[in-house]
């Protein structure tokens, strides 16, 4: 199949744009290198990708449309993950989170219906769940009261698809990740921060008491995940789910924090500071429907997926 993955640079993109290609799918990736973290790191990200003959890359703005004019029109599946990611920087910079994820979103709902491609899978997130009370977060749980502008474009753009689906039979699959980690993980997260911190005796600055708690997914899960939906929408008609894709386990920050420094075998030094504008409590997956739907079961333990994530820093990740 021919499949474009949008937002092919980045982390889980990159992986996604991998896996496709080992699976012998012919993929078009495309990316405008948002300047979120370095573009070198990106192309770094792409690198294996690149050496590949089914893959090709156009680096275009999903915002700006006239550039669409160079994407082929013959693709079997989108899986869209291009979108300006993180919750605190939304709230400095709220009108380029709309204009990217929820214009990019539309221009690219839009390409597809002028091109008669119906079927995507689109990376949305944990954070539509904002503070909710009741865990774990289960799809059918009221969504809301988003406390961030990504989160709330990301439940936009889920509403956005719905429509899509509703009006012109598109089959589409929304994704909520949960805390996605592993090899090429933005800077911006809390893993990446800490292993780099703690591995150089540098103080941890941590937002909170230490029982925040997150559902961190390794990369591979999530990408597994990914390529379950591709099959379930490119085999089948009258297609809307919206879908948990997490570990099911939560873990306290003060937990992750010790995790990381066994790994390390450094001894930490934290500071501790008030909990940030914009951040939950806990997320904690609900999976049943992905295990039922795409037979989805995360196989990474955190203990594990630190261990690569630290390994791949050390070897290839050095100096990204
Ligand atoms: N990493 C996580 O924990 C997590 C959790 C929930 C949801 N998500 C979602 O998954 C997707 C991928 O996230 P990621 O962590 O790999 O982030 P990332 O920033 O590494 O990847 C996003 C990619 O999109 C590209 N992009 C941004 N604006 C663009 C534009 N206007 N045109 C074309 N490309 C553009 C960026 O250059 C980047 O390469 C995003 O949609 C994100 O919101 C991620």
Same mark, same amino acid.
């Given at each position: 199949m021919k499949v474009l993955i949008t937002g092919c640079a980045g982390f889980i993109g990159s992986h996604v744009s991998e896996y496709f290609l080992s699976q012998g799918h012919e993929v078009v990736g495309i990316d405008?290198?948002?300047?979120?973290?370095s573009k070198d790191k990106k192309k770094q990200n792409l690198a294996i990708a690149l050496s590949s003959k089914k893959f090709t890359f156009i680096e275009l703005d +999903?915002?700006?449309?006239?550039?669409?004019?160079?994407?082929?029109?013959? +693709?079997?599946v989108v899986i869209h993950l291009a979108a300006k990611a993180g919750v605190r920087p939304s709230i400095m910079d709220p009108q380029a989170y709309t204009d990217t994820n929820i214009k990019g979103t539309l221009n690219i709902l839009e390409w597809m219906k002028q091109n008669k491609i119906s079927k995507m899978v689109f990376g949305s997130s944990s954070s539509v769940y904002g503070n909710n009370k009741k865990v774990p977060f289960a799809e059918d749980d009221i969504v809301d009261f988003p406390i961030s502008p990504y989160a709330f474009t990301k439940k936009a753009c889920e509403l956005l698809n719905h429509t899509y689906h509703h009006l012109y039979g598109f089959d589409i699959i929304n994704l909520r990740f949960f805390t996605v980690y592993g090899p090429?993980?933005?800077?911006?997260?809390a893993i990446r921060k800490f292993v780099e911190l703690i591995s150089t005796d540098k103080p941890v600055r941590l937002f909170g008491d230490g029982t925040t708690a997150r559902d961190y997914t390794f990369i591979d899960d999530i990408r597994n995940g990914i390529y379950s939906s591709f099959n379930y929408v490119s085999s089948r008609k009258n297609v809307f789910e919206i879908i948990n894709l997490g570990n099911s386990s939560p873990v306290k920050l003060n937990e992750l924090i010790n995790c990381i420094s066994e790994a390390l075998n450094k001894k930490p030094v934290i500071k501790y500071e008030p909990m940030q504008p914009g951040d939950v409590d806990i997320t904690f997956a609900n999976i049943k429907k992905a295990e039922k739907i795409l037979n989805y079961s995360p196989a990474t333990s955190l203990q594990e997926g630190i261990v690569k994530f630290i390994n791949w820093l050390n070897n290839e990740g050095a100096g990204q």
């Open positions: 405008n290198f948002d300047p979120f973290y +999903i915002v700006n449309t006239e550039a669409f004019a160079e994407l082929p029109s013959c +693709i079997d090429r993980q933005r800077p911006d997260l």
